[in-house]
């Protein structure tokens, strides 16, 4: 019995080929994560980022209005940056409104190379319930008339001030792109930054957040890679050639 023509053959071998797994040219993979720790200023508008930490010599030249950072236990695309520092630009309702789309070039570099940059693109609103005082709660999103705009006309907080047992912790979330300069590939970036206020409930960890003192953060971001369109292609070439492979068998 004969199983293959010989113009079937060259079909499916090819389209064999054309659907095994293709190895994405991109350093940047889904599922890296970036684990930073810093400290900031928090006011009712604003967030400034200070650059303070210990053996990080960029600060000493650092440009207006950031911030640093360290890395750690960061993976993948990220690993690169463990044990390094970088910088974070500070933001503020004005420019980088929040619950509404918008472009922070560089929000965050890297000081040992430039491999990698993250773009800031959206802060959505905190999703607790909603108080000015947060007074006698234990989960709250803080709101401010100052912070009202068309996007955000309760004039909501980016922050849930979630009671835990150590305290409260301050959390709120980014949404970003990341940028691979070695080959020109860019991937979504999600996370949460957060702050933890030891010996306090969200009433008095609000009142202390605003009472312009510093506090630690640490955040976790979090890659995803589209999958890039020259991979989409190829798989279709692969199920092309084994439709002409079964075209030519049934003819």
């Known amino acids: 019995m004969k199983l293959f023509n010989k113009g079937a053959l060259p079909a499916l071998i090819c389209g064999l080929a054309l659907m095994a797994p293709v190895p994405s040219l991109a350093a940047l993979i889904t599922g890296s994560q970036l684990n930073i720790t810093g400290a900031g200023v928090v006011g009712a508008t604003f967030l400034n980022f200070q ?12 440009p207006a209005g950031t911030g640093d950072f360290a890395v750690n236990n960061s993976t993948l695309s990220f690993a690169q940056y463990n044990g390094t520092f970088g910088l974070i630009k500070s933001i503020n309702n004005a420019a980088q409104p929040l619950n509404t789309p918008f472009l922070l070039p560089d929000f965050m570099t890297f000081d040992l190379n430039n491999n990698i940059t993250i773009d800031l693109t959206f802060i959505p609103l905190g999703n607790d319930p909603v108080s000015a005082t947060c007074a006698g709660m234990q989960h709250c999103t803080p709101q401010s008339p100052a912070l009202i705009t068309p996007n955000n006309p309760q004039g909501l907080s980016a922050f849930n001030l979630d009671q835990n047992a150590t305290g409260t912790a301050a959390v709120f979330g980014v949404f970003g792109i990341a940028h691979d ?7 979504n970036i999600a996370g949460t930054l957060t702050s933890q206020f030891t010996g306090d409930d969200p009433a008095a960890a609000l009142l202390r957040a605003l009472g312009g003192s ?38």
């Open 214 to 251: 510093s506090q630690t953060y640490s955040s976790n971001l979090t890659l995803t890679v589209v999958p890039e369109p020259s991979a989409l292609v190829l798989g279709g070439l692969g199920l092309l050639g084994l439709s002409i492979f079964k075209f030519r068998k049934r003819a």
């Open 51 to 62: 650059c303070n930490l210990p053996g990080d010599t960029t600060c000493a030249t650092a």
């Open 181 to 187: 300069h070695t080959d020109g590939s860019s991937a």
